[in-house]
């Protein structure tokens, strides 16, 4: 990072980005968002006037809603592209507070709900939001939005709305009874201008669809209404002058804190899940997006909330994030939040200069556009989502308790049976039995708790004793309850001469040892197992033995078993490495040390150095070896190796890491001079100066400090880690590298048995080292101990290895 002094700070240009807002002296406007806000502009305006039409509220306060929505919150939200506004979806919560508290406390209820935004946003608990069901969001805004076309229908056939949704649908009767002709009449226009205008076909009808069909709708009934001379009511919008504004609120306090409350969750989740809505909108256009940043959601309840409490104390309606604008200015080719914010100015222009025209506008036309809008928030498309999803019931019940009851009351209950749903499906379990091949096949879906356990035992009992059984678990959670009844059911059969293998949903057999018995457990392996492909107890894809109940199949390993380790990767690991491997991939890797190790699959190397992606770069071969330079015959791969890592990567260490049992070294030892040629054989004959040191009365013992070896091959195993250190030592880069101070080495010797490192003491000092190895203790220092001399061998150096020699085995780099 380079840090600039504050004079060349000031000096610098400032880069004007096309999401921020407008700076400098300069203000440029793309001509994108110019045409965006125009064609939000007129969609905004005639719904703003209609939805105040459906709240009873006054209709200049749709005008104000809209114009601070563009303005307050396209300027200060976190979403550039979302258009705000007074929104449908708080059409019957507004109308209610209207209807019981009054205009002016209703806009003082505003104000406190923006208020509230404003201290969640503070918290950041915008995310939680998106938590809830979105059976439960569709189900509310469809709830909403069939109130809403109950309401607005009485305004279209001429009459006035009831104050319920359950009392408009009773009077609904009624009312169609007595119909006025000329209101239906220009509903009907209005609505067929909305249905038929965006399917004008050809290419005049393209051009033409470019005009929003609402504006068409109702200019189009207005021209018809003014020239037809119809008597129809029309807008009213009286002088400015005496337009409403809030007032204290008046009534009790927890009803006006419900309002508060309501105003709060409504505006709060439609705005958020309407921006997340336009991140999607935008990622879909050809230009994918560039230059527009997603929404930053904590900051956007924030402008909604400062939204809210402008709008509430200039007399406006509740201002929310809308879909229909927002759809419509991503679609127009906006590409900063100045389009949201022109949009904003010109519904100020047209509510101060064009009051004669909108004063031409007739209501039912308004509330046919509405009632339109609250038919189309009921959507096919949620429907077939949640049905698909199996929530058709929460959605259901959402939408009635919305539409009989109330808001507030439908989202409780949808949240209660949305619980109960789930709670449904975590007990619901399906346990069957059959026989197949010979074998007892018991197969469980869902979920394993104590409520499943009463079924689970009379299922396990009604097994045969001593027969083949497999059990199948098709679910993703077992309580301890029945992980205790089907443990001690195995541990049961198993004594009475029956077999058990538990499988997946694939039929991939379950390398738990969770369900074998406390005497034939193998607890050592289970911190492992989530990675590593290791069958407890016996050797992986191989038979049981003549009782096996393992098909052929199932005997090898096999695609599935790679899938499903690759799964558990993507599924347990890859969220936590993905952003330290996207820098590395950025970056490049830059490890510390040199890992030259066995190919024997019992050492993982990441596991015994506690290493990570980019720390090692590892050489894996045959009996960790190390040719000679000049003797790789064909094989330059370990010399390749050792030059790119020196010379290229500039290590600081290189180690070599030995193993007990080492089968490399066994065959070294088996060898005879009339064995045939082999690949293999040509490639031990790297081992044979391990074989001569060792022989040799020359060179002390390599040995563990405290203890003899075990045998000849554990002996011939320690000498060949020193032997190898010997061999590197004659690469030229190392050597150079080594007289330049830059380069160390050093070795380890890994006991499988034991899951003990033993670290060769000395590698470090210009002397050279000890043949001596060292435990290493968990606090990653190597033990003090002396070690007793060998008979009839010379006694070499004894370890007294210092804290400030030891190897900084794990995965760490200073930064």
């Not at 000096?11 to 939000?40: E, K, Y």
């Not at 009312?175 to 909305?194: D, G, K, Y």
């Not at 189009?220 to 002088?239: E, H, I, Y």
């Not at 204290?248 to 989740?269: D, F, K």
């Amino acid at each position: 990072m380079t840090l600039h002094s504050p004079a060349r700070a000031t000096n610098r240009p400032r880069v004007q980005r096309p999401h921020s807002p407008p700076g400098g002296r300069r203000f440029r406007i793309a001509g994108a968002d110019l045409s965006a806000s125009a064609a939000v502009f007129l969609i905004a305006l005639p719904l703003s006037l209609g939805i105040a039409l459906a709240t009873g509220a006054p209709l200049q306060s749709g005008l104000v809603a809209a114009a601070v929505g563009g303005l307050v919150a396209g300027r200060f939200g976190g979403s550039p592209l979302q258009v705000s506004g007074p929104a449908a979806g708080l059409t019957v919560v507004t109308a209610e507070l209207i209807q019981r508290y009054g205009w002016r406390t209703t806009c003082a209820i505003t104000v406190l709900a923006g208020l509230a935004q404003l201290a969640l946003s503070a918290l950041r608990v915008a995310r939680s939001a998106l938590a809830v069901s979105p059976a439960i969001v569709h189900g509310m805004l469809g709830g909403i939005g069939a109130t809403i076309a109950l309401a607005q229908l009485h305004i279209v056939l001429g009459g006035t709305p009831q104050s319920s949704a359950v009392a408009n649908a009773l009077v609904l009767p009624a009312q169609l009874a007595r119909a006025q002709a000329p209101a239906l009449a220009i509903s009907a226009l209005t609505v067929l201008t909305l249905l038929c205008w965006p399917r004008l076909p050809g290419r005049a009808g393209r051009h033409a669809r470019r005009v929003p069909a609402a504006l068409v709708a109702v200019a189009g009934a207005t021209a018809v209404a003014t020239l037809a001379g119809l008597a129809v009511p029309r807008v009213d919008l009286p002088s400015w002058s005496s337009h409403a504004l809030p007032g204290l609120p008046e009534g009790p306090v927890l009803g006006i804190a419900a309002g508060v409350l309501t105003i709060t969750l409504v505006t709060s989740v439609q705005s958020l899940l309407s921006a997340v809505a336009v991140d999607k909108l935008v990622a879909a256009r050809a230009d994918h997006g560039h230059g527009v940043p997603r929404s930053r959601l904590d900051r956007e309840l924030a402008g909604q909330g400062a939204a809210n409490v402008v709008s509430g104390a200039l007399g406006g309606l509740p201002v929310a994030g809308v879909a229909v604008r927002s759809v419509a200015n991503v679609s127009a080719g906006a590409v900063s939040r100045a389009s949201t914010m022109l949009h904003g100015l010109w519904i100020v222009l047209a509510a101060l200069l064009l009051v004669p025209v909108l004063d031409l506008i007739p209501l039912p036309s308004l509330a046919a556009l509405v009632m339109v809008v609250g038919i189309q928030m009921v959507s096919i498309t949620h429907i077939r989502t949640v049905t698909r999803h199996r929530e058709v019931v929460v959605y259901a019940a959402t939408l009635s308790g919305v539409v009989l009851v109330g808001l507030l009351e439908g989202v409780a209950l949808g949240v209660g049976v949305a619980v109960a749903v789930a709670l449904h499906r975590l007990a619901r379990t399906r346990i069957t039995r059959e026989e197949r091949g010979g074998r007892q096949l018991l197969r469980v879906r869902g979920q394993l708790t104590f409520l499943a356990v009463p079924r689970l035992t009379r299922a396990l009992h009604q097994l045969p004793p001593g027969s083949h059984v497999v059990v199948e678990l098709d679910g993703s959670f077992m309580d301890h309850a029945a992980y205790e009844t089907l443990n001690d059911w195995t541990a049961g059969h198993l004594a009475h001469g029956g077999t058990v293998e538990t499988t997946g949903p694939a039929g991939v057999r379950l390398p738990e040892p969770a369900l074998a018995s406390a005497s034939t457990s193998h607890p050592c392996c289970r911190p492992w197992t989530p990675w590593h492909n290791h069958q407890c107890g016996e050797p992986a894809g191989r038979p049981e033995g003549p009782g096996s109940l393992e098909s052929p199949e199932a005997r090898r390993p096999t695609g599935l078993q790679l899938a499903s380790g690759i799964g558990k990767f993507q599924r347990n690991t890859a969220p936590f490495v993905r952003d330290e491997l996207a820098r590395l991939a950025r970056e490049g890797q830059r490890p510390s040390q040199l890992f030259l190790t066995c190919a024997d699959s019992r050492l993982v190397t990441s596991m015994i150095t506690s290493s990570g992606p980019g720390d090692l770069f590892t050489v894996r071969n045959v009996g960790n070896l190390v040719p000679l330079p000049g003797e790789e015959s064909g094989d330059d791969s370990v010399a390749a190796a050792i030059e790119y890592a020196v010379d290229v990567l500039r290590v600081a260490s290189i180690t070599v890491c030995g193993h007990s049992g080492c089968g490399a070294m066994q065959a070294l030892l088996s060898a005879s001079p009339d064995d045939p040629p082999s690949p293999l054989r040509r490639w031990l004959r790297h081992g044979r100066p391990s074989l001569e040191r060792m022989a040799s009365r020359r060179h002390a013992w390599a040995r563990i400090a405290g203890r003899l070896p075990a045998d000849a091959v554990e002996q011939l195993c320690l000498t060949n880690v020193v032997q190898q250190l010997d061999h590197l030592r004659a690469y030229e880069p190392v050597a150079r590298r080594i007289a330049e101070g830059t380069l160390t080495l050093h070795g380890v010797y890994f006991h499988v048995g034991e899951a003990q490192a033993y670290l060769l003491s000395g590698t470090d000092e210009p002397h050279g080292y000890d043949d001596v190895f060292t435990r290493v203790l968990p606090t990653g220092t190597p033990a003090r101990s002396d070690s007793p001399a060998f008979p009839g061998r010379p006694e070499g150096r004894v370890s007294t290895a210092r804290p400030d020699s030891e190897v900084p085995l794990a995965g760490t780099r200073a930064s």
